[in-house]
């Protein structure tokens, strides 16, 4: 059997394709034989037939590439494609997209000293719609990252990590694209393949052990022409995080308040405002499956359906039991004591004869939001056809849709007494607050009227992409000029959020009166905060998700339209054509490639711009209790060429060196574009999101030296630049609206200019220096170790989302022909993480081991045993004041262990 070597090449040396396509030959037997052979041939087993896999791949590619094979991801201790990319170099992960903090789980990939939204994810070249469970990410800071809770790594057979780019690459990562290979049937040697895992997972926090089940059936037939692929997967875990925030950050007292009346020296100083004990409980449910059909339709035609669901059940409770420093502090409340450094009260104990009403010193909230789940699918067709020697034709369609849903959250918000000794002392950003609120706090004496009823009901986000493209390559036989890519695409995509009701207290039920609640109620684990340290408030009692549900069915006022939140609706499409030819060259100890990428943007956004009550505005929409308002929509489109070129020079067998610059494009997130808009008409003030943001712009720079001086062993360093032009950041800025109240009393449209906070575009940079290290040892051990160094800024001299300045990986493994054990370390230094509420946090430094021990029992049946947070790591985040770096949040979620017994047959 032989493949074809002009497109194979090109088709490994990209990562855009990789299959093992056979050509037909006129006898199935000695088809079927070559076939095994060839495919026993890169058929590798093991961790270092994969990291040796991996290197050969790396080492051909035309452009800058990291890659992860199939075994890696069989032997390395992750659960999903980014736990898998964790330990490559210049690549981060995290493990939130919006401001729900950290969990035990990676959830976003992000590429060279950037946010997750700047990094592109592909599965088999095309773009995959996408889901979020956590609410905030469905409605609020709606990204374009793509969720990796929802990718298991079983579905992998390679993980190819693009750090420059090609013309032939679909647009959207500015910062580089993650192209995930799922299996193909005619690969495969034998006729029949069935390959599982039963096995169960541990989480040591929530203490709760749940099954892991995966499965993979393959068939062919004997000509292989025919095959078919069937995998599945349905997986359990408990997750349970105990935590500290400093909700709302801190505030500054009042020259006039009580508390600086009665000590002068304690106004302007800063106070933790909401300070709490967290305890988040969530059982996960990820289920779903591939299929695959792949024919070879004739000598030069090959067809392949593949289709891919997943979906995760994210059940969660959010319990979270507050110091109300600033509600008491407001009411009259004034300090026993206080110590002072360097303007930030770092300890304090309040006098419990505040004069507020409600006398609450805290508050509570209880959110339970039960049916949370996200989920993401795609179907695509492909044709790859051989029109002649030199020309080869391929062609894909196909849809793709992603969703989160929080159909309910039932929500009490309630107050807490005074109490004695209400208190807090500071130990630094590394160690939790001591905190204490004092006195008799039970379900039988909890204040309703210091508190609320909240939360949205019926949000179902839809992601949506559908899409065609055509690809073509043309070989040529003569000169540098080894081949011509050229192709053609088009997609519609849409991400929206149609509906969702704000409950609030319903007011012709009695819902204030403490009577009306239950007296009995459950309570916080009596290990809670261990893992983060500190003092505070034990036996925080809490009602079960049952009681929850009840109290709001009795309680809350649902009722459409008048809690219709119109905030939070949104919808952003875009239509996209593009176009691009690129030439590959070859010469003797060098190769490359020059493209030209064309790219047309038509985006459609809508939002609802809130209004005065009784405005007037023709076309306003009255009847929300949140105020009246007018459903905009506006056009947003743009075209852009995208040149790149790509220089590889063999300075000897072993020593590659790369060179390659680029223009990249990231699209502008959905929130950034379709934010709710509030305008104020009198002081032509107002904020929120801006439709007429232009897309990124990144102009790349890459040099890569990278010396092979044995089997399985990589010496190399690159150094990149990035010019991010029209990066999108927060400010300040100076837009022209319709003045809906001049347009009303003048009968004509008036525009005006309004100082609004939104979105903005600004300029940034980063560079880097990247090392990579990979060591066998003898023939059973093998080290590997990684360090990246990014160094970024904003115009104005602002962080960059994402920069960790240095990030860096060490790993060990040991393996022979039963055995094979692997001992990882990760760190990642401190990050800008973004903005909450109006609060800028940072992400503090964070590392954390993992391990992974295998046994082949029998040539059909291999035991393995995972581990992964065995240092059981803290996330800590912290805020930047006036006064300097403060504690915002920290979070435990303990380790979890993951016992499997792989069968294959």
Do not use: C
Not at 181 to 205: E, H, K, M, W
Not at 354 to 380: C, Q
Not at 675 to 681: A, F, Q, V
Not at 793 to 805: F, I, V, Y
């Amino acid at each position: 059997m032989k493949y074809r070597k002009s497109l194979l090449s090109v088709a490994v040396a990209t990562g855009l394709v990789v299959s093992m396509h056979a050509q037909a030959q006129d006898a199935a037997a000695p088809q079927q034989q070559a076939q095994a052979t060839e495919l026993d041939a890169v058929t590798v087993t093991g961790i270092r037939g994969s990291i040796e896999k991996a290197l050969d791949v790396k080492r051909d590619a035309k452009s800058h590439v990291e890659v992860v094979t199939a075994e890696d991801i069989g032997k390395l201790p992750a659960k999903n494609v980014a736990d898998t990319l964790r330990e490559l170099p210049g690549v981060n992960i995290s493990s939130s997209s919006a401001s729900e903090g950290g969990f035990d789980e990676a959830d976003r990939v992000s590429m060279r000293g950037t946010s997750p939204g700047l990094t592109q994810t592909l599965v088999n070249g095309h773009n995959i719609g996408t889901g979020d469970w956590f609410v905030l990410s469905q409605v609020q800071t709606v990204g374009r990252s793509v969720s990796y809770s929802l990718l298991p790594s079983e579905i992998v057979d390679q993980v190819v990590v693009h750090k420059g780019s090609e013309a032939k690459l679909v647009e959207g990562g500015s910062a580089g694209s993650v192209d995930i290979i799922t299996r193909r049937p005619l690969q495969y040697a034998d006729n029949f393949t069935a390959t599982g895992s039963l096995g169960a997972v541990y989480s040591d926090l929530a203490g709760k052990t749940d099954p892991q089940v995966s499965a993979l059936f393959n068939w062919k037939n004997d000509a292989g022409t025919i095959g078919v692929m069937v995998q599945g997967f349905s997986e359990e875990r408990h997750l349970r995080r105990d935590g500290q925030e400093v909700v709302g950050g801190y505030g500054q007292i009042a020259a006039d308040s009580a508390a600086a009346l009665a000590n002068p020296q304690l106004a302007g100083t800063y106070y933790p405002n909401l300070l709490g004990a967290v305890l988040f409980e969530q059982e996960r449910k990820r289920t779903g499956g591939v299929l695959d059909i792949e024919v070879k339709a004739g000598d030069n035609l090959t067809l392949n359906l593949n289709a891919f669901a997943s979906e995760l059940k994210a059940d969660n409770y959010n319990r979270n039991y507050m110091l109300w420093t600033s509600h008491a502090l407001g009411n009259g409340a004034t300090f026993a004591n206080a110590v002072v450094q360097n303007g930030v009260i770092t300890s304090g104990t309040l006098n419990p004869d505040g004069t507020a009403a409600d006398g609450a010193y805290g508050v509570y909230d209880m959110i339970s939001r039960p049916g949370a789940k996200s989920s993401s699918n795609y179907i695509a067709l492909d044709a790859d056809w051989r029109a002649s020697d030199s020309l080869d034709l391929k062609f894909q369609l196909g849809t793709s849709k992603g969703k989160g849903s929080s159909p309910t959250q039932d929500v009490l918000e309630t107050g807490i007494g005074q109490g004695a000794g209400a208190s807090w002392a500071m130990h630094g950003i590394d160690k939790a607050i001591d905190w204490s609120l004092g006195g008799n706090n039970t379900p039988a004496n909890h204040l309703p009227t210091a508190g609320w009823i909240f939360g949205g009901q019926g949000i179902d986000v839809s992601d949506k992409e559908d899409w065609f493209a055509a690809d073509g390559e043309y070989g040529f036989t003569d000169g540098v000029l080894a081949s011509l890519d050229f192709g053609v695409r088009y997609s519609e995509h849409e991400r929206k959020n149609d509906f969702e009701i704000a409950q609030g207290p319903n007011w012709a039920t009695d819902w204030q009166n403490i009577a009306n609640y239950p007296t009995d109620a459950a309570h916080y684990p009596g290990d809670f905060g261990n893992g983060i340290g500190g003092s505070v408030p034990s036996e925080i009692w809490y009602y079960t998700p049952e009681q929850l549900a009840a109290i709001n069915a009795e309680f809350a006022n649902r009722n459409n339209p008048e809690r219709f939140y119109f905030s939070d609706v949104y919808g952003v499409k875009e239509k996209v054509s593009a176009a691009y030819v690129q030439a590959n060259f070859e010469g003797e100890r060098w190769s490359g490639n020059v493209g030209l990428r064309y790219v047309k943007t038509d985006g459609t956004i809508r939002y609802n711009q809130a209004l005065p009550v009784a405005s007037g505005v023709p076309g306003a929409i009255t009847g929300s209790a949140f105020g009246d308002y007018l459903p905009v929509t506006v056009d947003n489109s743009y075209n852009k060429l995208l040149p790149s070129v790509n220089l590889k020079l063999d300075l000897d067998d072993n020593v590659v060196a790369r060179i390659a610059a680029s223009k990249t494009m990231t699209r502008p997130d959905y929130s950034a574009l379709a934010g709710s808009l509030s305008l104020d008409d009198l002081t032509h003030t107002g904020s929120g999101g801006n439709p007429q943001l232009d897309p990124l712009i990144s102009t790349n720079f890459d040099v890569a030296l990278e010396w092979y001086y044995a089997p399985r062993a990589l010496l190399s360093a690159s150094l990149y630049s990035m010019h991010l032009k029209d990066y999108v950041g927060f400010g300040t800025t100076t837009i022209a609206y319709k003045d809906q109240a001049a347009s009303h009393e003048t009968g004509t449209d008036v525009y005006s200019d309004y100082l609004v906070s939104v979105p903005v575009n600004t300029d940034g940079k980063v560079t880097g220096l990247e090392l990579n290290w990979q060591q066998p040892i003898g023939e059973w051990f093998g080290v590997s170790a990684n360090y990246t160094r990014a160094n970024s800024s904003t115009e104005g001299g602002k962080p960059l989302n994402g920069t960790s300045r240095n990030t860096y990986n060490v790993a060990g493994y040991f393996e022979n022909d039963t055995f094979s054990a692997r001992v990882a370390y990760s760190f990642r230094e401190a990050f800008y993480a973004g903005v909450s509420r109006t609060d800028a946090f940072y992400e503090d430094d964070f590392g954390t081991v993992s391990a992974s021990l295998n046994y082949k029992a029998t040539d059909w049946l291999t035991i393995s045993l995972d581990g992964l947070n065995l240092n059981d790591p803290v996330k800590s985040y912290y805020t930047k004041t006036a006064a300097g770096v403060l504690p915002y949040a920290m979070y435990s979620n303990g380790r979890q262990y993951y016992l499997n017994f792989r069968f294959k047959f």
